[in-house]
């Protein structure tokens, strides 16, 4: 309940209407979040079979 109460506080200091811009900067940050993760993961993987 306090993550809606914040997400309404902020939607109404912003002077829009709606949560729209709110929700759109956090799917851009999940999305590079994620691009971020994967590259973390999958960086130690692409030196494994050089080693001759």
């Known amino acids: 309940m306090h ?3 914040t997400l309404a506080a ?3 200091a912003s002077g829009q ?4 811009p709110v929700l759109r900067i ?3 940050v999940a999305v590079v979040g994620a ?3 994967a590259w ?3 960086r130690g993987y692409g030196d494994k079979g050089n080693n001759d």
């Open 3 to 5: 993550a809606a109460t």
């Open 35 to 37: 691009v971020f993760l």
């Open 10 to 12: 902020t939607a109404a």
């Open 17 to 20: 209407p709606g949560a729209g």
């Open 40 to 42: 973390f993961l999958l």
């Open 26 to 28: 956090l799917l851009v």
